[in-house]
Nanobody, 113 residues
């Protein structure tokens, strides 16, 4: 059974950092493009970042602040988020497509003072 389980979210002050994790089961991440997407309150899904082999891509809104990575031995995807802003507040998902297909239950990130 293919499953993605996100964790690591929380409440953080502006300028703070968080590291999100996404554990995969039922397939090998190393053989797939993997994505982080997010959904802010009242808004649609927004693509955040992509990784495949040595390629990483970021949306303009997070470029230079977020870093996507993958541990193939642990079959786990990560998103290191630095210099967080209130507008980064959202439910974050890892997914198997840019549109968010196959995503897990998500992990909430709230950036507020």
């Amino acid at each position: 059974q293919v499953q993605l389980v996100e964790s690591g979210g929380g409440l953080v002050q502006p300028g703070g950092s968080l590291r999100l994790s996404c554990a995969a089961s039922g397939f090998r991440m190393s053989s797939n493009w993997m994505y982080w997407v997010r959904q802010a309150p009242g808004k649609g899904l927004e693509w955040v970042s992509t990784i495949n082999a040595g390629l990483t891509l970021y949306s303009d809104s997070v470029k230079g602040r977020f870093t996507i990575s993958r541990d193939d031995a642990k079959n786990t995807l990560y998103l290191q988020m630095n210099s967080l802003k209130p507008e980064d507040t959202a439910l974050y998902y890892c997914a198997r497509s840019r549109a968010g297909s196959g995503r897990g239950q998500g992990t909430q990130v709230t950036v507020s003072s």
